[in-house]
């Protein structure tokens, strides 16, 4: 078995899987900062005032 051949293999598998996990932290991160901001806007959104009662008639 070529020495040189597996190492350059071995080589390409690391910085596939770095960037696999680098790519994998890069959504992660956005995926935090997506629910951070709707997390915000639903916070802003509660009108307390509104749904306290119901106005039935028969």
Known sequence: MDIAALSMSLSQMN???EASV???KKA???AETNSASV???LEQSV???IGGSVDLKG
């Open 22 to 24: 680098l790519v994998t």
């Open 15 to 17: 910085v596939r899987q």
């Open 28 to 30: 992660m991160d956005q």
């Open 39 to 41: 997390v915000k806007m």
């Open 47 to 49: 009108q307390p005032h």
